[in-house]
Nanobody, 123 residues
């Protein structure tokens, strides 16, 4: 399984970005895709996750109401629409797959990871 994240960049506070993650290879009947982020000097932080059917979504409290996770299974693509960005959202954002479909915030439950895309929010 390979994951390719894109869409990061530099944006002013209050602005928006849309991240994408394309999955290739592998097949799992009920998997979860999620987003994590890592700021300099900090641990990976859970951002959001979504079940394969898109019927279940799970957000970190810090992004609720500002970020929206979505997916297009036909395109094997997951999205993260980020609005009202804040300087504290600055981090490298990673997409990941949990092949067992647990919909958790624990990074150890995710089996496959993309390379990350940098998001920088200026004040």
């Amino acid at each position: 399984v390979q994951l390719q994240a894109s869409g990061g960049g530099l944006v002013q506070a209050g602005g928006s970005l849309r991240l994408s993650c394309v999955r290739s290879g592998g097949y799992f009947s009920n998997y979860v895709m999620g987003w994590f982020r890592q700021a300099p000097g900090r641990e990976h932080e859970f951002v959001a996750a979504m079940s394969r059917s898109a019927g279940s979504r799970y957000y970190a409290d810090s992004v609720k109401g500002r970020f929206t996770i979505g997916r297009d299974n036909a395109k094997n693509t997951m999205y993260l629409q980020m609005n009202s960005l804040r300087p504290e959202d600055t981090a490298v954002y990673y997409c990941a797959v949990d092949r067992f479909g647990r919909l958790t915030s624990n990074r150890r439950d995710y089996d496959y990871w993309g390379q990350g895309t940098q998001v920088t929010v200026s004040s």
